[in-house]
């Protein structure tokens, strides 16, 4: 079940800020100089993360932000197994949560917001002696062509992986060619293509390879030209946002999830490619720190 944000006399963002506000403003002591938020999060939001919501919170709070990149699956599975402490969890697939709850998974978590989403596409290097190609002819065509490098990530570990196997499968169909997805991708993990999530962008600015799949919000941030794919093939990553059960620091990490819903949070969302959703909870709303609740509808 999901429940929306309140709709009150005043705007979703004014309601974020006026938290946001009260947050900041000292209400809750502050963690320690050797102490960070820890944010696990889903890899193609690193120049998001790093460079853009980190930063930003600890200007405006004065806490530490220290964030970890890795695939939604592999860090899903990494918070399950206990091997590794963290404080906020951000997936690129709501459906990763749903392995972290319940007593059989550990009840690791309770309750997820989804925020934000961003289609995938197909990025490519301008450098690349197949760019001029995607001017002309129908993408699914230059990626079959002999000898172009293809970068994705694995269908296992990474939601992006598992969605680019979505694409060409239901390509296929669209563009009636049966053996598409074997034609450019081989098996479902060729090795030949399958690459940590946080490592395509760079493999493919340094021409390791000519083209990958992304999302939307990897190659805006990146500056890297991406061909937009038809909208009725496109699938898309889904955002969201939780707090541990277990975190280490609580209120910390409530404030971090108050900025990152806020309006300062949302605005560097927007700039760095991702398209914004009115954030919606999914899970035991009970959970979620009184702060947050208040601006989240409790009816059914």
Same mark, same amino acid.
Request: hydrophobic share 45%; net charge positive.
């Given at each position: 079940?999901?429940?929306?944000?309140?709709?009150? *006399?005043?705007?979703?963002?004014?309601?974020?800020?006026?938290?946001?506000?009260?947050?900041?403003?000292?209400?809750?002591?502050?963690?320690?100089?050797?102490?960070?938020?820890?944010?696990?999060?889903?890899?193609?939001?690193?120049?998001?993360?790093?460079?853009?919501?980190?930063?930003?919170?600890?200007?405006?709070?004065?806490?530490?932000?220290?964030?970890?990149?890795?695939g939604?699956?592999?860090?899903?599975?990494?918070?399950?197994?206990?091997?590794?402490?963290?404080d906020?969890?951000?997936?690129?697939?709501?459906?990763?949560?749903?392995?972290?709850?319940?007593?059989?998974?550990?009840?690791?978590?309770?309750?997820?917001?989804?925020f934000?989403?961003?289609?995938?596409?197909?990025?490519?290097?301008?450098?690349?002696?197949?760019?001029?190609?995607?001017?002309?002819?129908?993408?699914?065509?230059?990626?079959?062509?002999?000898?172009?490098?293809?970068?994705?990530?694995?269908? *296992?570990l990474?939601?992006?992986?598992?969605?680019?196997?979505?694409l060409?499968?239901?390509?296929?169909?669209?563009?009636?060619?049966?053996?598409?997805?074997?034609?450019?991708?081989?098996?479902?993990?060729?090795?030949?293509?399958?690459?940590?999530?946080?490592?395509?962008?760079?493999?493919?600015?340094?021409?390791?390879?000519?083209?990958?799949?992304?999302?939307?919000?990897?190659?805006?941030?990146?500056?890297?030209?991406?061909?937009?794919?038809?909208?009725?093939?496109?699938?898309?990553a889904?955002?969201?946002?939780?707090?541990?059960?277990?975190?280490?620091?609580?209120?910390?990490?409530?404030?971090?999830?108050?900025?990152?819903?806020?309006?300062?949070?949302?605005?560097?969302?927007?700039?760095?490619?991702?398209?914004?959703?009115?954030?919606?909870?999914?899970?035991?709303?009970?959970?979620?720190?009184?702060?947050?609740?208040?601006?989240?509808?409790?009816?059914?």
């Amino acid at each position: 079940m999901q429940i929306k944000l309140v709709r009150r *006399k005043r705007s979703v963002a004014g309601a974020l800020g006026l938290l946001a506000t009260a947050l900041w403003a000292g209400r809750a002591p502050a963690v320690s100089a050797q102490q960070a938020v820890n944010v696990l999060y889903a890899g193609s939001l690193v120049n998001l993360m790093e460079r853009g919501i980190g930063p930003a919170f600890e200007r405006t709070t004065g806490e530490r932000f220290q964030g970890y990149a890795g695939g939604s699956n592999g860090l899903a599975s990494q918070i399950k197994g206990r091997l590794r402490a963290a404080d906020v969890f951000i997936s690129a697939n709501p459906k990763v949560n749903a392995r972290l709850m319940g007593p059989p998974n550990g009840s690791r978590v309770s309750w997820y917001i989804s925020f934000a989403q961003s289609p995938l596409v197909i990025g490519y290097n301008p450098s690349s002696r197949f760019a001029a190609d995607f001017k002309g002819e129908p993408w699914y065509r230059v990626l079959m062509q002999p000898g172009i490098r293809i970068g994705r990530t694995d269908p *296992k570990l990474d939601p992006k992986g598992a969605l680019t196997l979505q694409l060409m499968s239901q390509a296929a169909t669209f563009y009636g060619i049966t053996d598409l997805s074997r034609r450019v991708l081989g098996e479902p993990e060729n090795p030949a293509q399958v690459l940590p999530e946080e490592a395509l962008v760079g493999r493919l600015q340094s021409g390791l390879i000519d083209v990958g799949f992304f999302y939307s919000t990897e190659t805006a941030d990146a500056r890297v030209p991406a061909v937009t794919l038809p909208a009725a093939i496109a699938p898309k990553a889904v955002y969201t946002v939780t707090i541990l059960r277990d975190a280490p620091h609580p209120a910390a990490a409530d404030r971090f999830v108050a900025f990152l819903l806020g309006p300062g949070g949302r605005r560097l969302l927007k700039e760095h490619g991702l398209a914004l959703q009115k954030p919606a909870l999914t899970g035991a709303a009970r959970a979620v720190p009184r702060d947050l609740r208040s601006l989240l509808d409790q009816a059914n």
